[in-house]
């Protein structure tokens, strides 16, 4: 079973840019995509981007599209989320789990991480 650790969420103004990061550790080896997911007050969680363990197979939520990034560096067993032109909408807890599926639906995601808090105010 893997463990994640997320960490980079902080306050930023609308237009800004964040950029979270997942530690991935235990057996890294045997996981297949990686996905970012976030959960607004009184929402449901939602996707936001995935990738695969090779790095090839890459989505993000429409509402996400060309203003965020998602990246991995396995010299460092870490995922990143890049968050540019942040918008209020944007604000949330933001989590990274491991999943069996290329799909950004979080029944498919099996561990997580404990999030980290996204706020995108003036």
Do not use: H
């Amino acid at each position: 079973q893997l463990q994640l650790v997320e960490s980079g969420g902080d306050l930023v103004q609308p237009g800004g840019s964040l950029r979270l990061s997942c530690i991935v550790s235990g057996s890294t080896s045997n996981y297949y995509y990686i996905g970012w997911f976030r959960q607004a007050p009184g929402k449901e969680r939602e996707g936001v981007s995935i990738i695969s363990m090779s790095g090839v197979y890459i989505d993000y939520a429409d509402s996400v599209k060309g203003r965020f990034t998602i990246s991995k560096d396995n010299a460092k067993n870490t995922v990143y989320l890049e968050m540019n032109s942040l918008k209020p909408e944007d604000t949330g807890v933001y989590y990274c789990a491991e999943g069996l599926l290329g799909k950004m639906d979080s029944q498919y995601y099996r561990s997580w991480g404990q999030g980290t808090q996204v706020t995108v105010s003036s």
